[in-house]
């Protein structure tokens, strides 16, 4: 499927290949999604007036939701607009307690506090991922890393229309030349280039992580020999 492709040669390895699950339980929504090719994992809470602006956040290439989900007029039209990128299942798939032990099962782990799993939607989340990635690859599922909690006040919301406005990926006419990332993007690696499209797509709301972001950025620029060593050594790494 669209989400679960790990060949290389049907890759793009400056774009992350993102598979996403939608959960509802106990009126809470929650998304986790994976990048099966990377390991990947996360997962965040998300309000249902937030949800158009997570979703063009993380562009996933296949959503997976549930028929019940999806049959619910208030989530159905907008996210029937996601095409043949939706992924209907049943669903018992999203079940948050036979969700949530299939997780500490898979990690082997007796609690999801470990991973700071706060709701049973992210919990039905996370498990119903692993479970249609072991489907999909005949239950011989690939290296997931444990999936990280992010809180959904942690990035800055950008709903579609603005996003679109903003040529911040690709420009209106769809392409990603003359975006922003296509200026910016001067790094040599596929990996970099994925952290840069993340990084611009969701811009932080912290200042001190900020900060943070900004002293690395100062450090590298004002020894342009390290920065120089880094580019030649990274230029020889696979992904």
Known sequence: ????????????????NNLAALARADGRLALAWVDISTGEFAVTGVEASALAAELARLDPCELVVSDRLLARPEFGPLLGELGPALTPQPAALFDPAAAGRRVMEHYGVSAL???????????AACGALIDYVS????????????????????????????RRSLELAQTMTGERRGSLLGLMDLT??????????????????????????LDAVDH?????????DLRRLLDGMPD
């Open 220 to 228: 590298l620029l004002a020894d342009e020999d390290l920065c120089a």
């Open 1 to 16: 499927t669209p989400g679960t492709i790990v060949e290389d040669t049907l890759l793009d390895a400056r774009r992350s």
């Open 113 to 123: 506090d470990a991973f700071g799993i706060e709701s049973r939607a992210e919990a």
């Open 135 to 162: 489907l999909t690859q005949k239950g011989r599922v690939p290296h997931l890393a444990a999936p990280h909690r992010q809180t959904a006040d942690a990035v800055m919301a950008i709903d579609p229309a603005t």
């Open 188 to 213: 040599i690696t596929g990996a970099g280039a994925r952290l840069l499209a993340r990084r611009l797509g969701a811009p932080l709301t912290d200042p001190a992580a900020i900060g943070r972001r």
